[in-house]
């Protein structure tokens, strides 16, 4: 298995406060994704990485933003959390061309925003 | 219509039973298809990549049909354990992400 470990794996907040996310990973891929999935809706990305610093937006970027100060590490953060971002959220790194662009996950964390 | 589409099912099979599941996608510049694994409240995982026509692992075949744009995973001689939602994913233009498919579900019934 990807050494891709993702914490908290459960959290339960309230609505208004922020919230963060960690991403870590020891393969050191370049690319880093984070996505939301939802009962009827599959999995949506939410922002990526394809390097430190560089990062992009997803599908559904509004209400979320991200940071990447170092290879490992991709960071998640709710500014101000409401109850429709109550999900489950994967982490994935790819490395373009080992062997191909095949993503790999992080074992989720689950968030409640009451 | 959407990028990628898969039927999502759910397919109830019994054990030993052949079972294929389609994936159709509407960008014809795709070149890299992949097929995952979900168990319920787990992570995706990896089943089989397709770059080309086609891949083979074991009991699992991946066929890729770019004139009708899509791709099939059939499964042979299915176990209980293959009892899962299986997501297909198409690379995206850009190359650096995947477009998803929600998921077929599957269960192999005893």
């Known amino acids: 298995d990807a050494g891709i470990t993702q914490s908290p794996r459960h959290k339960v907040t309230e609505t208004g406060t922020p919230v963060t996310l960690r991403c870590h990973q020891t393969e050191n891929h370049r690319y880093m994704y984070w996505y939301r999935q939802d009962p009827g809706h599959g999995l949506r990305l939410i922002h990526y990485s394809y390097g430190v610093k560089d990062t992009d937006k997803g599908e559904v970027s509004d209400g979320y933003s991200v940071s990447r100060s170092k290879t490992e590490d991709f960071l998640l953060t709710l500014e101000s959390a409401t109850s429709s971002q109550t999900s489950v959220y994967f982490c994935?790194?790819?490395?373009?061309?080992?062997?191909?662009?095949?993503?790999?996950f992080g074992p989720g964390t689950r968030l409640t925003v009451t | 219509r959407k990028e990628v589409e898969q039927d999502p099912g759910p397919f109830n099979v019994p054990e030993g039973a052949t079972v294929a599941f389609n994936c159709t996608y509407s960008n014809s510049a795709s070149q890299s298809f992949f097929w995952y694994r979900q168990d319920c409240r787990k992570e995706p995982k990896l089943l089989m990549s397709?770059?080309?026509?086609?891949n083979e692992d074991g009991r699992f075949t991946a066929q890729l049909n770019r004139a009708s744009q899509y791709i099939s995973l059939l499964i042979r001689d299915s176990k209980l354990s293959d009892s899962a939602t299986y997501l297909c994913?198409?690379?995206?233009?850009?190359?650096?992400?995947?477009?998803w498919g929600l998921g077929t579900s599957l269960a192999v019934n005893p």
């Open positions: 397709v770059y080309s026509s086609g």
């Open positions: 994935a790194i790819s490395e373009p061309g080992h062997p191909g662009v095949e993503q790999y």
């Open positions: 994913a198409v690379l995206a233009g850009n190359n650096r992400k995947l477009i």
